[in-house]
């Protein structure tokens, strides 16, 4: 299923036509939740990738075996993707482990009643901006843009493949999605302090790990660990389908790489928009890495 020019639009949101269709999305609206489910739930280019190797590796107590030979989108598949159903129903693994793009307002009331563990991942908007951006370039089923001008303006306004990064943020992290078993993780708090991630995730799924498996689950899900994992890094899709000689997937993993590609006019435009539309949103965002002084002062 090819359809790389095609763009379903879904309740005015866009997605590539290469993975969803009407069908596909309508389904995932009335997927039957079941208790033991982990949802992982994430605006693109904010973490996902880092967070299915971390619930992968949590639940197979730091064994690297699944991560290392079935690649994470069997292991933990889109729902609203096409081939979802049929990967879910082949699979054996238990739990089982979903991921989803799809915002609050329509994926919510799905959730309504289950007792599934929602694990929502964000990262501050710059840093998403500029990596979605790079992953325009490379995956031939996103729309090009001339200059990342015209892509950040995109940004701002909502009107992206996968809709607004404002609205997505705010659904999840409002009142109306603030229950018992939902966790949100930071993708700073990761590559600040991932073993300190795992941990959480670790007990928000019960699934209390020894010292040696947390720190075989660090190493396993470190940044460089997996940009060199077939199973994760991408590489094993088709060039017709991603052009991999433009940029790969995972690319720096830095915080405050936003630094390399915003003009200052364009940072204060952001976190102009930023207050407006996320007043009432009680999130606060790492823009970059600690002062190297901060971070080596004990030594």
């Given at each position: ?279 009432d949103c009680p999130l606060e965002f790492v823009w970059e890495e600690p002062d190297e002084e901060e971070a080596h002062g004990d030594e």
């Amino acid at each position: 299923m090819a359809r790389l020019d095609v763009t379903e639009l879904f309740h005015g949101i866009s997605f590539p036509g290469h993975l969803h269709t009407q069908d596909s999305l309508q389904r995932a609206l009335e997927f039957q939740f079941e208790d033991t489910d982990i949802l992982i739930v994430s605006y693109p280019k904010s973490g996902t990738t880092w967070m299915q190797e971390i619930v992968t590796l949590v639940s197979s107590r730091g064994d690297p075996h699944l991560s290392n030979t079935i690649p994470n989108w069997t292991r933990a598949p889109w729902l609203e993707h096409y081939y979802s159903a049929e990967v879910l129903e082949a699979s054996s693994l238990a739990p089982r482990v979903i991921t989803t793009h799809l915002p609050h307002h329509l994926l919510g009331p799905a959730l309504q009643g289950s007792k599934a563990k929602v694990i929502y991942v964000s990262r501050n908007p710059k840093d998403v901006a500029v990596s979605f951006y790079h992953f325009h370039k490379v995956a031939h089923f996103l729309p090009e843009f001339g200059s990342f001008t015209e892509f950040l303006h995109r940004f701002l306004e909502g009107t992206l493949h996968f809709g607004s990064w404002f609205d997505h943020v705010k659904g999840w992290a409002s009142p109306a999605a603030a229950v018992s078993n939902r966790l949100h993780v930071t993708y700073e708090e990761m590559s600040l302090d991932l073993l300190g991630a795992i941990k959480r995730v670790s007990s928000f799924l019960q699934c209390p790990l020894v010292e040696e498996e947390l720190n075989n689950c660090g190493r396993h899900c470190s940044f460089n660990s997996m940009k060199k994992n077939k199973m994760v890094n991408y590489t094993s899709v088709p060039e017709e389908v991603m052009d991999h000689s433009k940029g790969s997937f995972m690319r720096k993993g830095k915080i405050g790489d936003w630094k390399n590609t915003f003009t200052e006019e364009q940072s204060q435009y952001l976190e102009d928009i930023l207050s407006s539309k996320m007043e009432d949103c009680p999130l606060e965002f790492v823009w970059e890495e600690p002062d190297e002084e901060e971070a080596h002062g004990d030594e």
